[in-house]
């Protein structure tokens, strides 16, 4: 049930895409509107508001000042609220509406505050003191699994949280790497920094995981499943409050590419007073990175606000050639109108460009028959590859694969932006409304030309793919009574997909492809709290209907989806269940989720084409499709079942889940037989409706303080994952999942001011595909798994009460291992420093 992502040739990385940002006039206009009303908003703001006040200490009753204070209101509406508490360890949150609220604070140096719950009435002052432990496993607040901020004690579904303070000690950049810690994720990077990165999710595909910001969808209309795929390696830690990650069926709450899950990012608020940081850091692979962050508040928070601005350049990468820069900036405003009107303005965009690399393939000799032991050919002999030598000259050995070798003329610069405007009203106590708006853009561009080791066109060659994405939703929400929340909405969707491929050698050859879809969406949502809030209970329901434009295909006469009539995508009906029980006495939590999924077939994969400058019939140049707009779409059914238990006074905390996922029909990529010479749009491969697949398996984890200076965090996923209908021969395992991962991270804290930081990853085999170009089929290898170990120190200097200096230095792959991702050499040893200010 995995798609194969490989390099510069390959489908999947075709999908960087080309062209401007979105249109953002609009959106600019919409921000104007609302600061030219914001005076007359302000103006009716009433006196009869609450608040909430105390003060953080540690365990002795000594003051914690700088400790991040974060609010939760029960009612969507509200949302977070963030305050920093003074020398004196004070804080404050003022101006709130009445209601039920959930409080935690975080400080350096000390683990999070289990959160606490408070209820406060109009017109009056609530007095919470929250006292710090040195030890103690995390208990955040989490809003993933239900779209509503939940104690991780009420959480009905497997969820896991990477906080910005974990990101920090572990000195990650990239969203995605850091998730390498999650149980049932299996995060592979083809290469060094900047190559393309994939998040599989209890061992389904890449396009099975959804990507949200701040709960809206981001992904890319442009890319083959329609998913985020293309921009994960353009995902850095910008301006991150933290990531969660949902694991389980998700459509029902996120609609569309959340069959197995949903990694959600989730901006920093802002708040409080104000501060700040600068980074800086160099080292191995020629890699240089800056971020600068700001956040702050004014009087009573009326405005929040949060900024970051990030660049990593690479001048060097692994084979010297394999240069890649990002640059990127993220941030958001909050206007709090009155205690129970809110306005949020958030951004989030990245421009990018990396060097790319020919695909791994089989050496030319006769290999063994059936699945073949991946051995890569010798360096010095790839080299020599890459200055022209014939594959049937190399002196293999017992190489049985040729490494991903160098292109120079292959690059690809994509970049993306995703703008959101978010009004939210609570009426009553009862009673709250949320209109938002987002519009996410993507675009770039593929380049390509003679030089290289593959099947190189004879002049330059340029693919642009845009992609658009706005989206409009309206939810209102009403509480029945204390413990039942029923939510109802509304979202419009409107995507555009952009195929422009371009070629200097024969301009009469170039060829375009402009198409749009809109989708309409019902859903309802109803949680429920009984017993003390002991029992969870949760059920959701979505319904999609989908509307699919005239697509504007040039030249006309020679496109090969000319002729046809094409109809949408059939409607899609989608549903979630999920419940929990917990013993207090015993610290433990049982809890179930069963729900279905939908896909539909995305605008690529049914109006995709390619340029294919050397035909395998020996004919002129042309472009080709591989796409088919006749396409069903993707169904699923999804089960997990757990127990979470803590014990030794809330210093561990297991947690043990079965899954059991069922792919019932899937779109796959198929240049086996299955498109026949019959195609009617004259394809030898391409998409393909398929039997899907099945997967199933455990996931164990501990967090546990077995000191007051140490944490650690383990993680044990056993997967396994099965095609319906085999891929590649007789072989039906699916492609890049390996049965076993585990994952251990250990932080020890030598005072308050040094740390020390260590990461194990390992994973048994894989299988994967390597395309053999004279052969036109695949070969299925057996690739080893990882085994890599990091480890790093920071030491903190104060300058202030407010201000700090810290050093940090971290060592990748200490022990030097090689290994190979599809065939693609990744770093060896590695290592990086580099100091921060903070105030």
């Known amino acids: 049930m995995t798609n194969t992502q490989t390099g510069k040739n390959s489908l999947t990385n075709k999908f960087p895409s080309a062209g401007g940002i979105v249109p953002a006039r609009k959106f600019l206009l919409a921000c104007a509107l609302v600061a030219l009303c914001a005076p007359a908003l302000f103006a009716q703001a009433t006196t009869a508001t ?69 209820r406060v009435e109009r017109g009056q002052t609530t007095t919470l003191d929250l ?36 990101l920090e000690e572990r000195d990650e950049y ?62 850095h830690a910008t301006n991150v409050s933290r990531v969660e990650v949902l694991r389980g069926s998700g459509s029902s709450l996120y609609g569309t590419n959340a069959i197995g899950g949903v990694v959600n990012i989730i901006t920093d608020e802002g708040g409080g007073r104000t501060r700040g940081s600068v980074l800086a850091e160099g080292g191995g692979l020629g890699l240089f990175r800056g971020r600068a962050q700001l956040a702050g508040g004014t009087s009573a928070n009326r405005v929040a606000y949060s900024a970051g601005v990030s660049h990593l350049n690479v001048a060097r990468g692994i084979d010297g050639d394999d240069a ?86 292959a690059a690809r610069a994509t970049r993306f932006f995703s703008g959101a405007l978010l009004f939210t009203q609570r009426l009553t106590d009862s009673f709250g ?11 770039g561009a593929f380049y390509d030309g003679p030089a290289g080791t593959g099947f190189e066109p004879f002049g330059t060659t340029r693919a642009d793919f845009d992609g658009r994405v706005h989206t409009l939703n309206a939810r209102v929400d009403f509480r029945l009574g204390r413990a039942n929340l029923f939510t109802a909405g509304y979202e419009f969707e409107r995507e555009r997909f952009i195929n422009r491929s371009l070629t200097s050698s024969a301009p009469a050859d170039d060829y375009s492809v402009d198409v749009a879809e809109r989708s309409h969406s019902f859903f309802i949502q109803d949680q429920v709290r009984l017993f003390d809030d002991r029992l969870q209970l949760s059920a959701a329901f979505r319904a999609q209907r989908f509307a699919l434009s005239r697509p504007n ?42 729900g279905n999924g939908y896909r539909a077939p995305s605008l690529y994969e049914r109006f995709g084409s390619f340029y294919d400058p050397r035909p395998f019939d020996g004919s002129a140049p042309r ?10 779409p993707e169904r699923s059914i999804a089960f997990d079942a757990g127990i979470d238990q803590t014990f030794a006074r809330r210093r561990a905390r297991a947690a043990a889940t079965y899954f059991y996922t069922r792919l019932q029909e899937v779109i796959a990529f198929d240049f086996t037989g299955l498109i026949g010479p019959d195609d009617p749009f004259g394809r030898f491969g391409g998409y393909v409706n398929t039997r899907g697949g099945l997967a199933r398996g455990v996931e164990l984890s501990l967090e546990a303080a077995p000191a007051r200076t140490l944490d650690v965090r383990t993680s044990y996923t056993y997967t396994n994952a099965d095609e319906r209908t085999p891929r590649v021969g007789s072989v039906i395992r699916s492609f890049t ?63 202030s009460e407010s201000r700090s200096l810290r050093f940090f230095g971290y060592v990748e792959n200490l022990f030097g291992r090689e290994y190979f991702e599809n065939g693609f050499r990744t770093p060896g040893r590695t290592g990086k420093a580099g100091a921060q200010f903070s105030f």
């Not at 939760?72 to 977070?80: I, S």
């Open 50 to 118: 609450a608040a909430i006040a105390g003060r953080v200490t540690d365990a002795q009753g000594a003051s914690v000042a700088g400790a991040i204070m974060t609010l939760y209101a029960r009612a969507p509406q509200l949302r977070r609220l963030t305050a920093v508490s003074d020398a004196g360890g004070a804080y404050r949150f003022e101006r709130l509406a009445a209601g039920e609220y959930l409080i935690e604070a975080d400080a350096r140096g000390f683990a999070p505050a289990v959160a606490q719950k408070v």
């Open 433 to 443: 409304y949320t209109i938002s708006y987002q519009g996410n853009a993507t675009g």
């Open 623 to 632: 472009f080709s499709a591989f796409g088919d707009p006749r396409l069903s």
């Open 737 to 799: 999942i390996p049965d076993h991962q585990f994952n251990l991270t250990a932080t020890q804290r030598v005072g308050r001011r040094l740390l020390f930081n260590f990461d194990f990853t390992a994973s048994s085999y894989y299988l994967a595909p390597v395309f053999n170009p004279s052969t036109f089929g695949s070969v299925v290898y057996r690739f080893e798994g990882i085994r890599k170990a990091d480890a790093g120190a920071n030491y903190t200097l104060p300058l």
């Open 553 to 594: 295909l040039a030249p006309l006469a020679t496109s090969p989806f000319a002729r046809f009539d094409f109809d949408a995508p059939p409607n899609a009906y989608t549903g979630d269940g999920s419940i929990a029980y917990s013993f207090r006495a015993t610290g433990t939590k049982l809890r179930a989720h069963v």
């Open 131 to 166: 006292a710090l432990e040195v030890a103690g496993v995390r208990a955040e607040v989490v809003v993933t699994a239900a779209d509503t901020p939940q104690p991780v004690d009420e959480v009905s579904k497997a969820v896991t949280t990477v906080g910005a303070s974990e």
């Open 324 to 409: 890649t820069r990002t640059t990127s900036g993220q941030g958001r405003v909050r206007f709090q109108l009155t205690p129970t009107t809110t306005f949020t303005v958030r951004l989030y965009a990245a421009d990018s460009f990396t060097q790319l690399n020919e695909d791994a393939r089989p050496v030319a000799a006769a290999l063994p028959a059936g699945v073949v032991r991946a051995v890569p050919l010798a360096r010095a002999e790839l080299r020599r590859f890459e200055l022209g030598t014939p594959d049937f000259q190399l002196a293999n050995g017992a190489a049985t694969f040729i490494p991903s070798a160098n292109d120079p003329d």
């Open 174 to 235: 990239s969203i995605p790497e850091a998730l390498r810690v999650v149980p049932g994720l299996r995060v592979q990077q083809l290469g060094g920094p900047g190559a393309l990165l994939s998040i599989k999710t209890r061992g389904l595909r890449n396009q099975d995981t959804a990507v949200t910001i701040d709960g809206l969808r981001f992904r890319d209309p442009s890319s083959p499943q329609g998913d985020a795929s293309g921009y994960l390696s353009e995902l």
